[in-house]
């Protein structure tokens, strides 16, 4: 069995309204660096075996890892293709934006989100062949290890439909928190076991 422990980074916003925030490579905000900080402490209290952590390529994830890599006294490992998907001629824009300013795309991408590939950027279907190779090898060739996966929201979104079997009217219907936790199981047949979903609750008395 390998254990994955997939994480949303901690919060890089300087206000907290949406953007689409793929490949913009910001750091973490004075919040996300607490937020990075109690989620090691909930990872070291629940978590003590944790074997590896590897991390998007990204600034915002590769921050959040290192403290967590600090405390389990191990080393980041970098990966390209862990990070956020690239949102094209979306990035940076609000929903609103997006909708106002490339209405006819945006809706297009709204009916099909997996094959829709945004003007510039990836569709979901695009970051799933990017993934499923990364996952694939850590699924096969590190039985016994329980790894860290430091990634961004819509790569979570994808594994889970990918790997999990959900729908994307499911996963959309998800909030995921930022530092969100889900462990996940695979046993020597590959099948996934969820042992732990979207859990952020740790975060609640963190203002």
Known sequence: MVRLILIRHANDRVRDVYTFNGITNNPLSEKGVAQAKRLSDYLKKNFKDITRVISSDLKRAYQT????????????EKSKEIREVNFGIFEGLTIDQANKKYKKIFEKRLKDKWNFRIPKGESYLDACNRIKKFIDELILNHKGEVIVILTH????????????????KKTDENHFNNCSVSVIDFNENKKPLIKLYNYYKYLSELK
């Open 65 to 76: 890892a290192s403290r967590i890599a600090l405390d389990f006294n191990l080393k980041v």
């Open 153 to 168: 929201v819509t790569i979570i979104k994808v594994f889970s439909i990918h790997y999990l079997g959900m729908s994307i």
